[in-house]
């Protein structure tokens, strides 16, 4: 069974700290690597990952993929309240077998707080 | 531009009852996808549709029913509804195959839905 595991399940900060948030993954024929940020409703894109090693950043947001070690972190530096959010990491596969359809796998998220 | 748009907002059903769930994206894609999110839990894909007129099993299908008869809707059917269906529901879609490239997953604002 394809399993997606997050670390810390919730960290609360001040605003200025950095936080790094851990995703490891188990899933059969790997794809891809998605983080999402989730404020009150829908959940948004934040980066998608293919590629071990490089990085992906936007702002203050930065990710890595390793693939050898099945994990990603996302790092967020000089943290604001804006910042407060559920964050899900997500695996997407190639489906064998049938429709060529990538199914995706969320982790439980972590819920990171950040105080004023 | 809607995006991806999810009726109602809020539901609450009597044990046995039946009830559908309607999503409809103004975008042309034809990636389709119905989530399922419970309290502290990331998002689990209940079925998916990759066009008009053909629908897949997610991870947690049973209990539900889908059709997708134009590219526009895909609604969601509960047809006996049960406690352990009380969570949020997330409506998606997607131009290209999620986690193939970097365009997103457009999620709805969601339907909570309690089963009492």
């Known amino acids: 069974e394809d399993k997606v595991v997050q670390s810390p399940l919730s960290l609360v900060v001040h605003e200025g700290d950095t936080v790094t948030l851990n995703c490891s993954y188990e899933?059969?024929?790997?794809?891809?690597l998605l983080w999402y940020k989730q404020e009150k409703k829908a959940p948004t894109f934040l980066f998608m990952l293919?590629?071990?090693?490089i990085e992906k950043k936007s702002g203050r947001l930065s990710s890595i993929l390793d693939k050898k070690e099945l994990s990603s972190i996302l790092n967020i530096t000089a943290t604001q309240t804006g910042d407060s959010a559920i964050y899900l990491c997500?695996?997407?596969?190639?489906?064998?077998?049938?429709?060529?359809?990538?199914?995706?796998?969320f982790g439980q998220g972590t819920i990171l707080t950040v105080h004023p | 531009n809607a995006g991806v748009t999810q009726t109602p907002k809020f539901r609450i059903l009597k044990i046995g009852q039946s009830m559908t769930l309607q999503c409809t994206q103004d975008?042309?894609?034809?990636?389709m996808y119905w989530y399922r999110q419970d309290p502290g839990m990331g998002l689990k894909l209940i079925y998916y549709?990759?066009?008009?007129?053909?629908?897949d099993k997610g991870e947690v299908p049973n209990g539900y029913n889908v059709s997708r008869s134009t590219t526009e809707d895909f609604p969601l059917r509960l047809e006996l509804a049960a406690p352990s269906q009380t969570s949020v529901y997330f409506c998606?879609?997607?131009?290209?195959?999620?986690?193939?490239?970097?365009?997103?997953?457009?999620f709805g604002d969601g339907t909570r839905l309690s089963i009492l």
């Open positions: 975008m042309n894609h034809n990636y």
């Open positions: 549709s990759v066009g008009a007129g053909i629908t």
């Open positions: 997500a695996v997407s596969n190639v489906y064998a077998g049938g429709t060529s359809y990538g199914k995706l796998t």
């Open positions: 998606a879609s997607s131009h290209q195959q999620v986690g193939l490239s970097n365009q997103p997953q457009h």
């Open positions: 293919t590629s071990s090693g």
């Open positions: 899933v059969t024929n790997f794809r891809s």
